[in-house]
């Protein structure tokens, strides 16, 4: 079982910036995938971007604006957010997959991102 923990969410202004954490615990021995999606109010969940040992993905909506990171040491997916408009509100999830089946993947509690003036 895996536990995922975020942090990092908030009320920022337009253009403002924030960095979202989440920290992965329990039987890991490695992490295939790390990742971040979010569901605004009346929307689907999407993936806003993710990351494994080869490259990183985004969603044309964020591309140029945030960036994923991940400290395998710490077991840890960043998200740092610039640049922040009021469609980016939403609550932001973290989700790993411990391996390449999906069947072994996790999500967060979720973490709420307010974009407003």
């Known amino acids: 079982q895996v536990q995922l923990v975020e942090s990092g969410g908030g009320l920022v202004q337009p253009g403002g910036s924030l960095r979202l954490s989440c920290v992965a615990s329990?039987?890991?021995?490695?992490?295939?995938?790390m990742g971040w999606y979010r569901q605004a109010p009346g929307k689907q969940r999407e993936l806003v971007a993710s990351i494994n040992s080869l490259s990183a993905n985004y969603a044309d909506s964020v591309k140029g604006r945030f960036t994923i990171s991940r400290d395998n040491a710490k077991n840890t997916v960043y998200l740092q957010m610039n640049s922040l408009k009021p469609e980016d509100t939403a609550v932001y999830y973290c989700?790993?997959?411990?391996?390449?089946?999906?069947?072994?993947?996790?999500w967060g509690q979720g973490t709420q991102v307010t974009v407003s003036s």
């Open positions: 329990g039987s890991i021995f490695s992490i295939y995938l």
């Open positions: 989700y790993v997959r411990v391996t390449i089946a999906p069947s072994t993947g996790y």
